[in-house]
């Protein structure tokens, strides 16, 4: 794993990015003081994973981040990557197929921090495992900084162990012991808490073990009491049956006798449907000659309108015929004028042929004349260009002299363009260097807002996140609250539902008070059955037990709408043998009084009356006033004797206890036992519970709101928190790109210093250009002057020459213009003979359109004729439909008077059998009516079979039909009496069970394994810990084993080197123990012998000694246990030019297995190098590096 590369950026003083390229052998890194080379030192182990500030200078770890220079803003982000040569021997196994590994770091100034293996995201830990036992890492003998050395020296004996524990590969080994220990101590804390989860789980298992049994005996007997009620309505229902099968009977004949009476009103109604078929035949018949007649009259208005049409018609078409005819006659004689205006037009053709001949023998006499002019004028032309061609030499001579003083003018324009471009490009760099330093100013204000808002950010991320951890906590509270609630109302709920199926069964009142209430609930069947006493009566709590003492049986009271209701229920508890009951007949009651007489007794001192703390509806005053109205409440047994005493023979006084002294002095009291007691509380109970639940059910609908609340706002706070840190990281960025647009507009601004002085030379240049231009201007100026002369003379002569060649011109013209006339005469009369013949065309063209419009208009007028004729002949056909549609119409009028006669008669005898129909109805619908009332019967004893059904299908989910097909033997030999019996007895050993949970069996199973679950749990954490222990165990035999071997190794190389490095002398490492600690690992002390002095520690010895000490250790363990690199930094800072050698020496030696990285400023080290890094500060504050490869020759000379 030695180093190929070390990337740096805003890491410490290298703002830039820098890389370090690393070979075999030997490299230094040097430079002057202050300039950054242990920053490179830094960074490497930065970048392998130092976690404390200190070690890297610093006082946090922020302080790693450039943080600005005179030049240079801060920026906002630190990264080093270093790349490692992998040969597949030290790595973890997952890295062994890489050519290369490359560690990178980051850090920001928000404090986040991102590390890569290969560019892929990993843990501190991932690379903090990556270099255990290689020798390589942060604190380890691979990389000894500034001062170290010093520390070795100084050093307690423990600390150095560590030196040896790194060679020995120990560190590897106490790294998985503490992993193991931090295991076991977690281990220890999930087995603590397991064991008290499962002594808890133990304590509820067997409290629903109890419950368990208790809910099996419950399921037992009310499997038994299931089936006798099974075969009690079993027998009902075949009884039901056989009542059907009656009522069926009488319905089927009371069918019979109705149907004959619907078969005779029938008979009737069949004869009146003929005669109703009949009347709508006829009607049809009126209605089909009525049509008739309709449409007789509608083709008579068709063809009065067809013969108004046609008559229309031939009137237009006379009409258009005498049109037709009269442009006929007007379009001959336009035939006849444009015959005569064809012979004028081809007079005056012949004309103008005549004319063109004659202006062509004119023509070619004037075109000879200019022949010879022509001539004339050519001869002139050519001694004219003889002179010309001389005057355009002296002129080209001219024009030379002309156009070099125009260039040179130009040449001094252009130069003085260009010093003025010059200039003005000087101004235009001074308004852009000040522009650019303003946009710098400009920025590095951004820069520093940028700032402002990136603190602003963390700190409202930082609140934020506080929130989000505040939140979750409010929504982990709320959800163990909602918890509490679910099983609380689970709870509460389930009593409530154990109540409720007593109190709907009426357990603990009495058989005959059970059977009519079961009969009026289940059967529907209310027969003025309004309830119970108990049931009408709300009472105080603290008098509950007092209204319950001395109403006792009272309780139980059936009230009844009337002595009749009470009756029939008397007459079926005994037809059913069901026990025997009370009733209390609310009409009856109304008779009396509202308030008896004993409520006219005036209250005793401390007491209350009865009536007073027990509520009821209006229409249940009666019944409360007649059963309470003479019992008056007090505190204690003693005081209802002592008022009774005052009192006797006129009040009942109970009290609040339940002890009873009625009129006669009769003392009832002790426990509350009986069927009638508890009533009240019970019924009170179950109020309270529904009150309860209905309470907890709101409280719970709030509290899962509350929940779904809190859940939504940490999901958004989780988001903002997101976002924040998003906005954070982009903030970032955009610092970083402020950062490099100051560093662009410095450089920008360099470039125009650099730039205006590039434009001063030029300056100087284009000055000297301009003096050297005058002087050729001045000499093409003379040269121009002589030959301005000549060119007048030749002038002169060319003037008479081309005098003489335009005299000649002129003859020519005057006969050129005798050609052009006869030309111009000639073409005048081409296009007058074109324009004639043009004419004649069109004449021609107008004739034809009028010869085909005459044709046209004939062929119409024959049409016409044609079309006028068949109008004829159609009017008279149409004529003659005419009066045969008149006779028809005639004649359906008579036939449809007739019709409408019959069918009044056959209306008049329908009229007479709807009557005698009507009167068969009635007689039908009476024998309809004792149908009806049979069908009612047999409904009524069908619904009482399908509720008795229904019930054993709610109660029992079963089918009636399939039970009395299964029991009906055993229904029909059920003893109904013994039966009731047996389930009062039922009925009694479950109320005697009290409250039970039929979901303890369920629990108790669940319980049952979660224990068993947890035992195993419990087993595997003890066997967890006891494998732990046996590791700790194993790596520390493995550690020490190790370290001892090691030990032995490194003092015996210690032992070589040492003389070797002081040339002479001895020493030794030895292990020695704490004495504060004996238990503890034993240290490791130096002891040395330099040349010519006593064997002492090495505390005692010169800082050269101590420091080449060191180096002699350091050296042994690099013999023992090479490792792929080592950094060493200014180690051979304390060293003297002699010991400098021997040093280099083995450093020299050492690099044949290992890469060193030397820091150094000793030119003796600097020799040994094989490539040299110079660190330098160019720029104050900010490190950059120079790299050279030096052969051994090379290096010898430049030291």
Not at 399 to 423: C, D, I
Request: net charge negative; proline share 2%; charged share 35%.
């Amino acid at each position: 794993m030695k180093i190929r590369r070390l990337e740096i950026s805003g890491f410490k003083s290298f703002a830039d990015r820098v890389v370090f390229s690393f070979d075999e052998g030997i490299t230094g890194v040097v430079g002057p003081n202050g300039c950054g080379k242990s920053n490179v030192v830094d960074a490497v182990r930065w970048a392998m994973g130092e976690q404390s500030a200190k070690h890297l200078r610093g006082r946090a770890m922020e302080d790693v981040i450039f943080s600005g220079s005179e030049s240079r803003a801060a920026t906002g982000m630190a990264e080093v990557s270093l790349t490692f040569q992998n040969d597949g021997r030290l790595v973890p196994p997952q890295y062994a197929g890489f050519g290369e590994i490359t560690v990178t770091r980051r850090l920001f100034r928000n404090g986040d921090s991102e590390y890569e293996i290969n560019k892929a995201a990993c843990r501190l830990m991932d690379i903090t495992e990556l270099f255990l036992g290689t020798g390589v890492g942060t604190r380890a003998y691979s990389i000894i900084e500034q001062g170290r050395i010093g520390l070795i020296v100084s050093a307690k004996p423990e600390d150095r162990r560590a030196f040896i524990e790194e060679a020995a590969g120990v560190t590897k080994y106490k790294a998985r012991r503490k992993q193991a220990e931090r295991k076991l101590e977690a281990t220890d804390q999930n087995l603590l808490r397991l064991s008290d989860v499962v002594g808890e789980v133990s304590k509820r298992l067997q409290s629903l073990e109890r419950s368990a049994k208790k809910a099996t005996r419950f399921r037992e007997l009310r499997a038994e009491l299931r089936e006798l009620e099974l075969l009690a309505s079993c027998r009902q229902y075949l009884a039901f049956r056989d009542t059907e099968s009656g009522q069926a009977r009488e319905l089927s004949e009371a069918g019979e006798a109705e149907n004959v009476a619907l078969a005779h009103a029938a008979r009737l109604e069949a004869g009146l449907s003929a005669e109703r078929l009949q009347l709508l035949e006829d009607e049809k018949k009126v209605q089909q000659l009525a049509d008739q007649s309709h449409a007789i009259d509608k083709q008579l208005r068709l063809s009065e309108q067809e013969m108004e049409f046609a008559k229309r018609e031939r009137e237009t078409i006379a009409t258009r015929q005498a049109q037709h005819e009269e442009e006929v006659s007007l379009l001959g004689v336009r035939l006849e004028l444009l015959g005569r205006e064809e012979e004028g037009l081809r007079l005056e053709e012949q004309k103008l042929a005549d004319a063109s001949a004659e202006d062509e023998t004119r023509q070619k006499q004037a075109e000879e004349s200019l022949q010879s002019a022509l001539k004339e004028i050519h001869d002139a032309q050519h001694t004219v260009e003889g002179e010309r061609h001389e005057a355009v030499s002296v002129l080209t001579r001219l024009a030379n002299h002309r156009t070099n003083l125009v260039n040179l003018e130009k040449r001094r324009t252009e130069l003085g363009g260009r010093l003025q471009k010059t200039s003005a490009e000087k101004e235009q760099l001074e308004a852009r260097a000040q522009e650019l330093a303003r946009q710098r100013d400009e920025l590095a204000q951004k820069l520093a807002e940028a700032q402002a808002k990136r603190r602003e950010l963390h700190e409202h991320k930082v609140a934020t996140e506080a929130d989000l951890a505040a939140g979750r906590a409010e929504q982990r509270e709320s959800e163990t609250q909602l918890i509490k609630l679910r099983e609380e109302l689970a709870d509460r709920r389930s009593r409530l539902t154990s109540l409720l199926e007593l109190q709907k069964n009426f357990e603990g009142y009495g058989r005959g008070v059970k059977a009519i209430m079961l009969r009026a609930e289940e059967e529907r069947r209310r027969d003025g059955v309004y309830g119970l006493v108990a049931d009408v009566l709300r009472v105080e709590r603290r008098y509950e037990r007092a209204i319950e003492a001395v109403l006792g049986e009272r309780l139980q009271l059936v009230l009844v709408e009337s002595h009749a209701a009470g009756l029939k229920a008397v007459d079926y508890l005994r037809k059913a043998a069901q026990g025997r009951a009370s009733f209390v007949p609310l009409t009856e009651m109304e008779q009396l009084p509202l308030v008896p007489e004993a409520a006219a007794l005036p209250a005793p001192e401390d007491t209350v009356r009865a009536v007073d703390v027990v509520a009821c509806a209006p229409e249940h005053e009666r019944v409360r006033n007649y059963l309470l109205a003479d019992v008056f409440l007090c505190e204690t047994l003693a005081a209802a004797l002592a008022l009774w005493a005052r009192n006797p023979g006129e009040r009942t006084f109970v009290s609040t206890d339940g002890e009873v002294v009625d009129k006669e002095g009769v003392v009832s009291g002790g426990a509350l036992e009986g069927v009638g007691d508890g009533l009240l509380h019970k019924r009170r109970e179950v109020q309270e519970l529904a009150d309860t639940v209905q309470e907890l059910e709101a409280r719970l609908q709030l509290a899962t709101e509350r929940v779904q609340q809190l859940g939504a706002r940490v999901q958004a706070t989780d988001t903002q928190v997101k976002r924040l840190l998003h906005e954070e990281r982009e903030e970032e960025l955009s610092h970083l790109r402020l950062e490099r647009d100051v560093a662009r507009l410095q450089e920008d601004l360099g470039r125009i210093a650099q730039r205006d002085q590039v434009l001063r030379h030029e300056t100087e240049h284009l000055e000297s250009a301009m003096g050297e231009v005058a002087r050729e201007e001045q000499a093409s100026r003379e040269a121009v002057a002589a030959g301005e002369g000549e060119q007048s003379e030749r002038e002169a002569r060319l003037r008479a020459l081309q005098a003489d060649l335009s005299r000649a011109r002129e003859r020519a013209e005057s006969v050129q213009a005798e050609v052009t006339k006869a030309k111009v005469s000639n073409a005048a009369i081409a296009e007058r003979r074109e324009g004639v013949g043009r004419s004649l065309q069109r004449l021609l063209d107008s004739r034809s359109e009028v010869e085909s419009r005459r044709e046209k208009l004939r062929t119409e007028i024959d049409q016409g004729k044609e079309r006028d004729a068949a109008l004829q002949a159609k009017g008279q056909v149409a004529q003659e439909e005419l009066r045969r549609l008149l006779a028809e119409s005639e004649r359906l009028r008579d036939e449809l008077g007739r019709a409408r006669a019959r069918y009044e008669q056959a209306q008049e005898r329908l009229r007479g059998g709807d009557e005698e129909v009507r009167t068969a109805r009635e007689e039908a619908r009476a024998v309809g009516e004792r149908r009806g009332k049979s069908e009612l019967a047999l409904q009524g004893t069908r619904l009482e079979i399908n509720h008795l059904e229904q019930q054993v299908r709610e109660r029992h989910l079963m089918e009636l039909t399939d039970v009395a097909a299964a029991k009906k033997d055993a229904a029909l030999q059920l003893d109904v009496t013994v039966a009731e019996e047996q389930m009062h007895s039922l009925r009694e050993k479950i109320d005697a069970l009290g409250e039970v949970s039929l979901t303890a069996i369920d629990e108790a199973r669940e319980v049952g394994e979660r224990f068993a679950f947890l035992s195993s749990q419990k087993a595997d954490l003890e066997e967890a810990i006891a494998k732990l222990r046996s590791a700790i165990a194993r790596i520390d035999r493995a550690s020490k084993e190790r370290f001892r071997e090691t030990f032995q190794l490194v003092n015996d190389r210690f032992q070589q080197v040492f003389p070797r490095l002081f040339r002479g002398g001895k020493a030794e490492l030895q292990l020695v123990e704490d004495p504060a600690n004996p238990s503890a690992e034993p240290g490791v002390e130096i002891v040395a012998q330099p040349p010519g002095k006593k064997l002492a520690s090495v505390n005692l010895l010169s800082g050269g000694e101590k420091a080449l000490t060191a180096v002699s250790l350091i050296f042994a363990i690099f013999l023992i246990k090479p490792t792929p690199f080592c950094l060493l930094d200014e180690v051979d800072a304390p060293l003297d030019e002699a010991n400098v050698g021997r040093y280099n020496e083995m450093v020299r030696e050492m690099s044949r297995s290992s890469q060193f990285i030397v820091i150094t400023h000793n030119k003796r080290t600097m020799e040994v190098a094989d490539s040299l890094y110079g660190v330098t500060m160019e720029e104050p504050g900010i490190s950059k590096i120079v790299s050279v490869k030096l052969s051994p020759q090379a290096a010898t000379a430049a030291a």
